[in-house]
Structures are given as structure tokens and as C-alpha cells.
Nanobody, 123 residues
């Protein structure tokens, strides 16, 4: 089992920045990739960004490219999501997830989930 705990959400004005953190514990050696998902009310959960633990390969959805940056600190078992130039449409609950294998750009690859942290962007 892998436990994930997110932090860093909050209320920010449009154009502002936030940094989300996700600390992993437990059987972290089994993790292949980490992802940040978000879910807005009435919408499906979507993968925003992902990163592989060993090589640091990254993936972003088009709507956040150039604004969000995912990174990891292997020594701290922590993944970050730096979010800049935030827009009202970025408002959502953000979830950290871990994948043991598979296609890390796909929702189905993720086995473990955090409890989520709310990001609200006011316009």
C-alpha cells in the first residue's frame, strides 16, 4: 500500500500562483509514476500532469502547458505541482495519485489516491 497526502491548495486570484505538494509513504519503491488530477463540480476527473519517478519524464494536458510544472524529490518521496498564471477554469479539487506501472498518461494506470486539496481561483 501507498499513502498519499496532498497540501498547498487554497484561494488565489486569477493570475496568481500556488504550489501543491504530495508526500508518499508506505511501499513507495513500487511506484512508477505520480500524477496530479483535478475534478471540478459536474465534470469528470482529468489528469493534469504526471511524472515518472526514475527518469523524470513528464506529461501535461494542453490547457496547462507553459503554466504548470510537475517535479519530484525522490529523497523526500514528494511530488510538486507548481501552478502559475492561474485561471478561474483551474478551480477544482486536485488529487495526487500513484501508478505502479502501465501508461502513466492514462487514468486507469493509477492505483493509489490522496484525499484531495481544493484550489479556488477568483476572477
Amino acid at each position: 500500500q501507498v499513502q498519499l497526502v496532498e497540501s498547498g491548495g487554497g484561494l488565489v486570484q486569477a493570475g496568481g500562483s500556488l504550489r501543491l505538494s504530495c508526500v508518499a509513504s508506505g511501499r513507495t519503491f513500487s511506484m512508477y509514476a505520480m500524477g496530479w488530477f483535478r475534478q471540478a463540480p459536474g465534470k469528470e476527473r482529468e489528469l493534469v500532469a504526471a511524472i515518472t519517478w526514475s527518469t523524470g519524464n513528464t506529461y501535461y494536458i494542453d490547457s496547462v502547458k507553459g503554466r504548470f510544472t510537475i517535479s519530484r524529490d525522490n529523497a523526500k518521496n514528494t511530488v510538486y505541482l507548481q501552478m502559475n498564471s492561474l485561471k478561474s477554469e483551474d478551480t477544482a479539487a486536485y488529487y495526487c495519485a500513484a501508478a505502479r506501472g502501465g501508461y502513466y498518461t492514462k487514468y486507469g494506470a493509477y492505483d493509489y489516491w490522496g484525499q484531495g486539496t481544493q484550489v479556488t481561483v477568483s476572477s
